[in-house]
T-cell receptor
Framework: DTGVSQNPRHKITKRGQNVTFRCDPI?????LYWYRQTLGQGPEFLTY????????KSRLLSDRFSAERPKGSFSTLEIQRTEQGDSAMYLC?????????????FGPGTRLTVL | LAKTTQPISMDSYEGQEVNITCSHN???????ITWYQQFPSQGPRFIIQ???TKVTNEVASLFIPADRKSSTLSLPRVSLSDTAVYYC?????????????FGSGTQLTVLP
């Protein structure tokens, strides 16, 4: 399968714990995006990378959220000191470069439940 | 930032054409308009993208008027498998205000 993969698919944690999610994009894609989606809502844009450079991070929800893409391949999204309001689906997508914006290929998401 | 508005839900019958409209009154000059389809427990899937006028591919058409304040996704001859949530996405990553804004989605239900 050469699509976008995300791990884990599900994560249950207790409030106050840190969690990290991984995204492996399509190999030839140099753009990678993170979104959060809550029930009944559209995905909410968080951040994106062009290769290893994080070009937009002001949409991250708070300073508890951080993302990295150290070698321009896979990416991680970390949430520190989780809160119950962080419970959501976290989606990753990737796209080829070139245009200012183009078709994104989404992974299946990581569902986070904070108890 | 572009805010998008879509109908919450629509019903249709198999074989009919379905048109879903998205309003984006404050769309910026560089913003593109993209539509995605999402099934439960899956990530969104790209349908079509445009900037102005009309775009057609093998699954849908996208109509964008000259003022670009709205867009209409047209699905010809829908089938039961087209039952899903459809989102419009407005945005651009080239400018200083890099933002991609999804609408709240339209639940399309195709009936037999």
């Amino acid at each position: 399968d050469t699509g976008v993969s995300q791990n884990p698919r599900h994560k249950i944690t207790k409030r106050g714990q840190n969690v990290t999610f991984r995204c492996d994009p399509i190999s030839e894609h140099n753009r990678l995006y993170w979104y959060r989606q809550t029930l009944g809502q559209g995905p909410e844009f968080l951040t994106y990378f062009q290769n290893e450079a994080q070009l937009e991070k002001s949409r991250l929800l708070s300073d508890r959220f951080s993302a990295e893409r150290p070698k321009g391949s896979f990416s991680t999204l970390e949430i520190q000191r989780t809160e119950q309001g962080d419970s959501a689906m976290y989606l990753c997508a990737s796209s080829p470069g070139g245009m200012a914006y183009n078709e994104q290929f989404f992974g299946p998401g990581t569902r986070l439940t904070v108890l | 930032l572009a805010k998008t508005t879509q109908p919450i839900s629509m019903d249709s019958y198999e074989g009919q054409e379905v048109n879903i409209t998205c309003s984006h009154n404050n769309i910026a000059t560089n913003d593109y308009i993209t539509w995605y389809q999402q099934f439960p427990s899956q990530g969104p899937r790209f349908i079509i993208q445009g900037y102005k006028t009309k775009v057609t591919n093998e699954v849908a058409s996208l109509f964008i008027p000259a003022d670009r304040k709205s867009s209409t996704l047209s699905l010809p001859r829908v089938s039961l498998s087209d039952t899903a949530v459809y989102y419009c996405l407005v945005g651009d990553l080239s400018g200083s205000a890099r933002q991609l804004t999804f609408g709240s989605g339209t639940q399309l239900t195709v009936l037999p």
